[in-house]
Structures are given as C-alpha cells and as structure tokens.
T-cell receptor, first 113, second 112 residues
Framework: AQSVTQLDSQVPVFEEAPVELRCNYS??????LFWYVQYPNQGLQLLLK??????LVKGINGFEAEFNKSQTSFHLRKPSVHISDTAEYFC???????????FGPGTRLSVLP | DAGVTQSPTHLIKTRGQHVTLRCSPI?????VSWYQQVLGQGPQFIFQ???????GRGNFPDRFSARQFPNYSSELNVNALLLGDSALYLC???????????FGPGTRLTVL
C-alpha cells in the first residue's frame, strides 16, 4: 500500500522569503508524484507532477520539486513567496494504473507581510 | 474548455437521508474519481470509474455507491447519512493511467 507523509502541518513564512514544503512517500512499486494547491473553498489545482525523466520538475507560479528515489521524497520549493501563495498544499502519489491517488494530510502555507 | 463541473455546490441533509452528487468530466476524459475531504484533512479516495466500470474502491462502507453514464458523467450516492459524512466531496477526471487528475470545485455536504 502507498502512503504519503507531509511533515509540516503549518508553515508560516514572510513575503519574498524562500520556502520548502516536505513530502515523503512509501510504495513498493513505481510511483508517480504530484503536488496540488487548494485555495479556500475551492477544489484542487495541479502545481506540478513527476511521471518520469528529469528529477527536477518545474511547475506553475514559480514552484519546483525534486524527486529523490533513495530518500523517497518529493519536496516542493519556491525561491520567493507572495501573499497570494497562502493556501493548503497537498502531495499525492499514484501507481502505474493511476486508479487511486493517495494524498498526504496537507501543509498550510501562510505568507506574512 | 470547461473544466470538471459538480452539482450541487452546497447541500444540507439530516441523518438517515439519502444524497446524490453529480459530476461532469472534462470533455474527452473517460475516467472519473470521487474523493471525500473532511475539514483539515487530505482527500480520501472513494471510487474510480472508467468506461462505466468500477476500477477502484477505497475503504468506504457500502452506503457509498457510484455509477458512470455513457456520456462519462457520474453520480455518487450516499445512503443512511451519518454526521460523519459531512465533508467536501470532490470529483476528478483524467485520461486512463497514472496521469493528472483534474478536480472540480466540490460539493459541500452538511449532515445535521
């Protein structure tokens, strides 16, 4: 069975500072990894995904993530955050069949002025 | 192009009642998945349907059921509602395989 751990439930950071949101997963098969963002009272929006190829993945809004197979991690980073980045961020994993996306519990990013 | 649409937006029911939630996928997507998101938690997988057949089921009781229609839209049904069923119900559509799931805005269900 697959599982996802997001080590930080809340991350406060000042505007224009860098941020890293951590994600670790466990799986016995090949995995495909995703980061989604959820703004208040909205559905989930895809930030970026790793399916294969380069382990450094660039997404929308200046976010990027690095797949590290040996550490089973897929941490999300942004070099300079904006107030508008305040939201809930979810890491998710699926397998070859894509039948079941397993989500982490989420990290609430709060960007302070 | 239209994204994933869900109806209704909000719903209030009482314990023991039945509810039906509806989802229309992105045009061309044949796979629809349903998730339950309780406040403060990540989405939990309920069902996946592809070409009108159930392809996956999460750890939910038999009170939860779903179906997919020939036009690939889908319904999620929940019988004998409990207070604990109060949540945001999310529908996602995708192409087959391990590719991006595109989420709708969700239906907020409140059970009193």
């Amino acid at each position: 069975a697959q599982s996802v751990t997001q080590l930080d439930s809340q991350v406060p950071v000042f505007e224009e500072a860098p941020v890293e949101l951590r994600c670790n997963y466990s799986s016995s098969v090949s995995v495909y990894l995703f980061w989604y963002v959820q703004y208040p009272n909205q559905g989930l929006q895809l930030l970026l995904k790793y399916l294969s190829g380069s382990t450094l993945v660039k997404g929308i809004n200046g976010f990027e993530a690095e797949f590290n197979k040996s550490q089973t991690s897929f941490h999300l980073r942004k070099p300079s955050v904006h107030i508008s980045d305040t939201a809930e961020y979810f890491c998710a994993v699926t397998d070859n069949y894509g039948q079941n996306f397993v989500f982490g519990p989420g990290t609430r990013l709060s960007v302070l002025p | 192009d239209a994204g994933v649409t869900q109806s209704p937006t909000h719903l209030i029911k009482t314990r023991g009642q039945h509810v039906t939630l509806r989802c229309s996928p992105i045009s061309g997507h044949k796979s629809v998945s349903w998730y339950q998101q309780v406040l403060g938690q990540g989405p939990q997988f309920i069902f996946q349907y592809y070409e009108k057949e159930e392809r996956g089921r999460g750890n939910f009781p038999d009170r939860f059921s779903a179906r997919q229609f020939p036009n690939y839209s889908s319904e999620l049904n929940v019988n004998a509602l409990l207070l604990g069923d109060s949540a945001l119900y999310l529908c996602a559509s995708s192409l087959i395989g391990p590719d991006t799931q595109y989420f709708g805005p969700g239906t907020r269900l409140t059970v009193l």
